[in-house]
């Protein structure tokens, strides 16, 4: 099955950029998600990749895809204290598309 | 629109007692999952319904855990007897579509401790 690894924490100072990495392990992943989980709450989608796809912008978020490598990457741009929570990152993969989610990378935004 | 609702959204329990979490999902969407997260880890999928029907429930403890979506709408996942590893947070989650190619829509969970 689908292995998806994260970094466990990430620290940067408000209004800079946050870049969270994954790295999985299925080739044929179709879709790529990014979800965010505050404190207490169930997860919220951000944004995902279709696996033909390189790039993807979404106001502040940047997703890049880097297939060979098995690589993907956020980015928040302009990184508000709002930002900090945990984001997943998931791996769409088999014949009912069953979703594998990463460990989760703890975004905190110093003010 | 109404979000995906669960009950309760907290229970303590001692070990080898009975739990229930019951999950209505979004009007309208066919795919249900139940997932658990341990604290620190990413969800895991328990299991995944089709409609009412059992799609992939690899990952389940067949042994202590069970759930059901008798009409193909709302969903109970019941623990029996529980563990003290059962204590996280149980997430479910629904998706429109069949294939299971969909947004899901995740609940607030159900946050379990064993004691």
């Known amino acids: 099955g689908e292995d998806v690894e994260q970094s466990l924490f990430l620290s940067v100072r408000e209004g800079d950029s946050s870049v969270i990495n994954c790295t999985y392990t299925d080739s044929s992943s179709t879709y790529l998600y990014w979800y965010k989980q505050e404190p207490g709450a169930g997860l919220q989608l951000l944004t995902y990749i279709f696996s033909n796809m390189d790039m993807k912008q979404d106001q502040r978020l940047t997703v890049l895809l880097n297939k060979k490598d098995k690589h993907l990457s956020l980015r928040i741009a302009d990184t508000q204290t709002g930002d900090s929570a945990i984001y997943f990152c998931?791996?769409?993969?088999?014949?009912?598309?069953?979703?594998?989610f990463g460990t989760g990378t703890k975004l905190q935004v110093i003010p | 629109e109404a979000g995906v609702a669960q009950s309760p959204r907290y229970k303590i329990i001692e070990k080898r007692q009975s739990v229930a979490f019951w999950c209505n999902p979004i009007?309208?969407?066919?795919?249900l999952y139940w997932y658990q997260q341990i604290l620190g880890q990413g969800p895991k999928l328990l299991i995944q319904?089709?409609?009412?029907?059992?799609?992939?429930d690899s990952q389940l403890p067949k042994d202590r855990f069970s759930a059901e979506r008798l009409k193909g709408v709302d969903s109970t996942l019941k623990i029996q007897p529980a563990k003290l590893e059962d204590s996280a947070v149980y997430l479910c989650a629904s998706s429109f579509g069949t294939r299971g190619q969909e947004t899901q829509y995740f609940g607030p969970g159900t946050r379990l401790l064993v004691l």
């Open positions: 998931a791996g769409v993969s088999g014949g009912y598309q069953k979703v594998t």
């Open positions: 009007s309208g969407h066919a795919t």
């Open positions: 319904f089709q409609n009412n029907g059992v799609v992939d």
